[in-house]
Structures are given as C-alpha cells and as structure tokens.
C-alpha cells in the first residue's frame, strides 16, 4: 500500500512539509508542534533515502506533475547533481529540529510555538523545492516562499531584541528585489524561447547559437538576482544582521542550508543552461565571479576578525565560506565543481554544529554571547564547549575534520588550474581564520576566572555532538562526500564538454 | 520600474519603501503581460470570430507572482507595525541614531 505514496515521493517530500506546516499552525500546546515536526521529518527522511535508492538504479528521475509532460507541466528533475544535497538536507533539518525544541522554548513565548514549527516546515518544504525544481519560474515561487518564512522566523527573535525586526525588514527589501531581477531575467528567456523547463530552455536557447542582446540581458538578471540571495559579496549586506539577530535555531537552518540551497541551483543554472555560451559563461566566471569570491574571502575573514559578538563573526565567516565555494565554482572545470560540492557539504555541517553551540551559550548566558562573555565556558561548560573546538579547527581546516578535506579539495583545483594567487590568498585567510578563531578559544579557556563545570541538557548537546562526530567522521573517511560530489560535477560537465 | 527601485534607495521612510518595492514588482508584472501580446489576438477564449490568439501563460505566471507579492507587502507591512511598535518611529536616520545611542 506504500507503493502508491512512494511513487509520488518526489512531490512527497516537498508537500509534506508545506501540507502538515499548515496543520500545526494554530495548535496552542507547545510540544505537539514540535512532535508533528519531528514525525513529518522521519517520513522526510524515509523518502529521501528512497529517493537516493531509485536514482541508483535509474540514475535519472523526472517527476510530472499532473502527467504534463515537461515542456508545458512542471517537473521536478531528481539525477546524480542534486541527490546528495537532498540527503544532507534531510538529515540536517532532522537533526536541527531535534535540537530546536529547547531553543525555541526559551527565545519565544511558548504560545507561538505551533506558528514558529509552522514557519520552520515552511522554510523547510520551500527549500527542499529548490532543491528538486526544474522549472525556472516555479523556483521564483519557491525562492519567495523560503525567504518570506525565514523572515518571519528572523523576526521572531525581536523578543531577544528588536532589531531583529530591522534585520528582517531589510532582508525583505533586499532579498524581494533580488527575487524581482530573477523575474525580470526570467520574462527575457520566456519571451526569447517560449519555454521555463531548464532542459527544454537549453534546447530553445541552441537555435540562437552566436546569442542575443535580450538573452543576456536576461541571464544577467537571472544571475544577479541569485546572487543577491545567496549572499555572494557585495551583495552579501542582509545576511549578517538577519543570522545574527535571529532566534538561534533559525539561524542553524539558514546558515547551514538556506544559502547553500540557491548556491546549488546558481550552479546549476550557470552549468546546465547558460553553457550553451561558452564565452559568455567564461566571461561571468572569470570576470565577475571569481574576483568577487576573492574579494569575499578576504574582506569576510578581515571584518570577522574585528566582530565582538559571536554569532556576527559566524555569519561575516559564512560570507567568507560562500567566497569558498564560488571561487571554486567559478574554475570551470570538474575538479572545482567537484570541490565546491565538497565544501557545500562540509561547510553545512560545519556552520550548522557553530551556531548550535553558540545558539545554546546564548541561552545558557540568557543574552547575546559576545566575546567577553565567553570567559570561562571551557570549564563551565565543557561538553558543547568541546563541541564548539571541533567544529572551529574544522572551520580553519586542520587535519582530521571535514575542514581539511574541502580545503585540500580546493587547492588541488586551483593547483591543476595554475591558480597560484588564489592559492596565496586562500592560504592567508585560513591562517586569518585562525585569529578570529583563536580570541573565542582565548576566552574560554585561557581567561583567569575559572568555573566549576555545570550541568548540561542533553536535549541540547545530543545534536551538537551529533554533527561534530559527523564532522570528525567525514575528516577522516570523507569517500561519501567526495563520491556525492564527484557525482555531482559528472552531471554538471560533461554537459559543459559536449 | 526605475521609479519604484529610486523609492526604495532614496526614501528613508520604511513605509514608503514597501511601497517603492510593490512598485516596482507591479513594474515587472506589466512588463511580463504586455508580452504576452499578439498582434491582432484575441482573449484566448475559443470561438469562431478570433483568428489568432494572446498567450495566456504569461497571465497565469504573473497571478502567481502578484500573490507572491501581496504576501511580500503584507509581510513588509507588518514588519513596518511592528518596528513602530518597538521604536514609535519609522524614519531610517531616527531609528539609527536611537541604537547608536543604546550601544553606548
């Protein structure tokens, strides 16, 4: 009787959560929310992974809805590129809605709890939708989706603070007119071609093979707009206030998923469909891209250094890891797409495991944890404290972590691509990071005040550990992410080959 | 379109900035109908009389869009509320100098 649900499990795993995120919404109790959460995302889960066993088979899933055939319905695309992501994501929001329950108890009013779930599998269901979509406009519908819940969750962190609600009204503004120019990019290629199916567009865009003023245009537009929502420098100006102002699980899920998400589907776009010209791409990579990213590694690590409050140093360092990730996107071949996959995995992990221990310091402290107020919490606190060590030196790249297996990752790319400035500057940022890095360490450990160690929840610091041993175990058996992310650039180039 | 964009840069009011932003997204809803147009076509509504047809699909795209954008504007709007709630002001300079003076 499961057949029949599991042959839809592409759509599944998008509505589900949209479906039970309207159910939960009005639900006064403050533990039912977040058991419905937890059960749609098991079930989440289970299709995931029944998902990742049909592609091994066929290797390619192409979902129609409503039996539309592609050109004229909307589909989704499941192949090789986005499987991996789709199980990360899973696991990932599994884990973070475990470790959001106590979070959210003592950030918002308990009252609210069934609307902030709501929001939470909103965001959750739209991102997923990203993920999947192969339908250009479709995605604008679920790009606004996430960004209108993830505001709202943003928003809720003004009984912390109230600008909160600064943050969230200017990520509104940015992020609509970011979403505004996809749109505008998206008319151009719809009037040129006729068509929003990415496969079918590549098809249509072939007949105007030495291009058209109004197709660039529109892919200008298309890929500023995704910028703006990625938080690619300098276009990054939402996101430290909108991270760091946010209640602290929130900012778990945006930092580790939201951005790496529209990554994805930049990738995709940029590889997929804008390959069929070459010179334009290379001009946009070389050009525009890949200064860029240099700019946002090093600018990002530099303002990190200066930052007191710590989830803002978390989130200028996410500007620099994104920084990472298109530059190695933007080498144009398989082992920087590979590489950029590698560090979109790990950097998840990484980020997401940072703010989960800073989210809990928060609490624990009960106001927002700045580095002086950090003295001492190696010994009052060692379990997450422990925690937060791991991912750090995994954030900095040290052997034995994820961190270390992206980097290497990235300096063979930019190695086999002769790329030795780029090498240079990656090389000093890392050493950078290790300063921001090294004044939290300093506070917890080596300051004069010293605490007796207290009692944990292990609610709380069951996920942190979880994803810190995920870190440790991928440091040193990292073939699963490296084959997902092989996989990924197969996918990816041997289009741009052909 | 660039009217709508120069609101939300230039105003430093954030009522008038949801409004520049709806604007400019009715700006670009415009912009996707009149492509819509074919010469000489009718509504896409079958009969004898017409001899050419309007695409519709761009219609349909753009009545998703709007109601993605009445949900940016209420969000903004509510947003709006609750920051004159907090700081009974909504003028960008004033609310600046107000955290300025309580970081010190």
């Given at each position: 009787?499961?057949?029949?649900?599991?042959?839809?499990?592409?759509?599944?795993?998008?509505?589900?959560?949209?479906?039970?995120?309207?159910?939960?919404?009005?639900?006064?109790?403050?533990?039912?929310?977040?058991?419905?959460?937890?059960?749609?995302?098991?079930?989440?889960?289970?299709?995931?992974?029944?998902?990742?066993?049909?592609?091994?088979?066929?290797?390619?899933?192409?979902?129609?809805?409503?039996?539309?055939?592609?050109?004229?319905?909307?589909?989704?695309?499941?192949?090789?590129?986005?499987?991996?992501?789709?199980?990360?994501?899973?696991?990932?929001?599994?884990?973070?809605?475990?470790?959001?329950?106590?979070?959210?108890?003592?950030?918002?009013?308990?009252?609210?709890?069934?609307?902030?779930?709501?929001?939470?599998?909103?965001?959750?269901?739209?991102?997923?939708?990203?993920?999947?979509?192969?339908?250009?406009?479709?995605?604008?519908?679920?790009?606004?989706?996430?960004?209108?819940?993830?505001?709202?969750?943003?928003?809720?962190?003004?009984?912390?603070?109230?600008?909160?609600?600064?943050?969230?009204?200017?990520?509104?503004?940015?992020?609509?007119?970011?979403?505004?120019?996809?749109?505008?990019?998206?008319?151009?290629?719809?009037?040129?071609?006729?068509?929003?199916?990415?496969?079918?567009?590549?098809?249509?865009?072939?007949?105007?093979?030495?291009?058209?003023?109004?197709?660039f245009a529109g892919m200008s537009f298309m890929l500023i707009g995704l910028m703006v929502k990625a938080a690619i420098f300098p276009v990054h100006i939402w996101l430290p206030p909108a991270y760091s102002y946010a209640p602290s699980a929130v900012s778990t899920l945006l930092a580790a998923l939201a951005t790496k998400t529209i990554l994805y589907f930049f990738v995709r776009l940029l590889y997929e469909v804008f390959i069929i010209y070459p010179s334009y791409l290379s001009l946009f990579l070389d050009f525009v891209l890949y200064p860029l990213s240099l700019l946002a590694i090093f600018i990002g690590t530099v303002i990190a250094i200066y930052q007191d409050d710590i989830k803002k140093l978390l989130a200028f360092s996410s500007i620099a890891q994104i920084g990472y990730i298109t530059l190695a996107f933007s080498l144009k071949d398989h082992s920087g797409v590979a590489s950029g996959f590698v560090h979109i995995f790990n950097h998840a992990l990484i980020k997401g495991g940072l703010f989960m221990a800073v989210g809990y310091f928060a609490i624990l402290y009960k106001d927002r944890v700045t580095l002086n107020s950090l003295k001492g919490f190696g010994y009052k606190y060692p379990i997450t404290s422990f925690a937060l060590l791991i991912c750090g030196l995994s954030l900095i790249g040290l052997p034995l972590t994820n961190g270390f297996i992206s980097k290497l990752y990235l300096f063979q790319a930019l190695y086999t691509n002769q790329m030795y400035f780029s090498i240079a500057l990656v090389a000093v940022s890392s050493a950078l990071a290790v300063v921001y890095f090294w004044k939290i360490v300093e506070q917890m450990w080596f300051s004069e005040i010293k605490f007796k160690s207290e009692k944990e929840d292990a609610y709380i610091y069951l996920p942190i550990w979880i994803v810190t041993i995920s870190i440790i175990v991928f440091g040193i058996y990292s073939t699963p992410i490296i084959e997902f992310s092989n996989l990924s650039a197969d996918y990816l180039i041997s289009g741009y080959q052909n | 379109m660039v009217g709508g964009l120069f609101i939300i840069i230039t105003s430093q009011n954030y009522l008038k900035k949801v409004v520049g932003l709806a604007i400019f997204q009715t700006a670009v809803f415009v912009f996707f109908v009149s492509l819509a147009k074919v010469l000489d076509g009718t509504a896409p509504i079958l009969t004898k009389m017409a001899n050419a047809y309007s695409n519709p699909l761009p219609h349909v795209l753009i009545l998703t869009a709007i109601v993605v954008g009445v949900a940016t504007s209420a969000l903004g709007l509510a947003l709006v509320l609750q920051i004159y709630k907090n700081y009974e002001t909504i003028e960008e300079k004033e609310i600046e100098s107000l955290e300025l003076k309580s970081d010190k």
């Open positions: 009787m499961f057949d029949i649900f599991l042959d839809d499990a592409p759509a599944l795993v998008v509505v589900l959560p949209l479906l039970i995120s309207a159910i939960i919404a009005f639900m006064p109790s403050k533990i039912w929310p977040w058991i419905f959460s937890i059960i749609t995302l098991l079930l989440h889960l289970f299709l995931s992974l029944h998902l990742l066993k049909e592609i091994s088979v066929s290797g390619l899933i192409i979902y129609e809805f409503g039996n539309w055939e592609p050109p004229w319905g909307i589909s989704f695309k499941i192949d090789g590129v986005n499987i991996g992501l789709q199980l990360l994501f899973s696991i990932f929001v599994l884990v973070s809605t475990f470790y959001s329950r106590k979070i959210f108890l003592n950030e918002i009013d308990y009252r609210d709890s069934g609307k902030a779930y709501s929001l939470w599998l909103l965001a959750v269901g739209s991102l997923n939708g990203i993920i999947l979509t192969n339908d250009i406009f479709n995605l604008f519908v679920f790009l606004e989706i996430s960004a209108l819940a993830s505001i709202s969750l943003i928003a809720l962190g003004a009984g912390q603070n109230r600008k909160a609600l600064l943050a969230a009204f200017n990520y509104l503004i940015i992020g609509a007119i970011g979403a505004t120019f996809y749109v505008i990019g998206v008319g151009f290629a719809y009037a040129m071609t006729g068509t929003l199916n990415m496969n079918d567009l590549v098809i249509q865009l072939a007949q105007y093979s030495d291009g058209q003023l109004a197709i | -």
